[in-house]
């Protein structure tokens, strides 16, 4: 016989409600003689009594968080190293937000702040051998920029780049070409 008992399922067997995030389920494991079979079930369709044969117990339901985002750093930093030397024009808000993830992710160490022509700068190191620095934009950003920044943003982590914009590879050399 196989002992093997499903997980909770999301919705009620007998009536096929959906469980609610911390809702009281029952659960009902009957075994014959071929396999142990699980029944989740709310509490209306729960049953009132049940057989010496039959193991309940009652729990609650947890529903699953929606899986986070998994962020391509390595794209990230392809596009980074290509647009800090020619941004596109009016992307110079969205290369700043990708340069303070890379910083947060420390990808990137900000080194400090520089103002040349009253125009604000990052002045960035890339940590590792070969220790590369950049200089890349801070405008100054409002609450109104953010939610069409944070729009682009997420397109560019979930791909949706045109390949004319998306550099080949994380290699220096290739960053630079791709920006002429």
Sequence with gaps: MDWRIDRIRERCLQCAAA???????VSVIEADAAKIVRRDLCE???????????????TR????????KRVDFDRLLRIFEVWQKSPPPGQEALLYL?????????FLKMVGL??????ESLRLRRPGPTEQWYLAPAPLLTAADLPPL?????????GNLDEEEMPSSTDPSSATRAAS
């Design 44 to 58: 209306k369709c729960a049953p009132k009594q049940t057989s010496p044969d039959v193991v309940w117990w009652e």
């Design 114 to 119: 520089v103002n040349e022509g009253g125009v």
């Design 19 to 25: 469980f609610a995030h911390d809702q009281r389920v």
């Design 98 to 106: 990708i340069t303070l993830l890379l910083v947060r992710k420390r």
């Design 61 to 68: 339901f947890q529903a699953h968080a929606p899986k986070r």
């Design 150 to 158: 944070r729009a682009k943003l997420e397109e560019l982590i979930d």
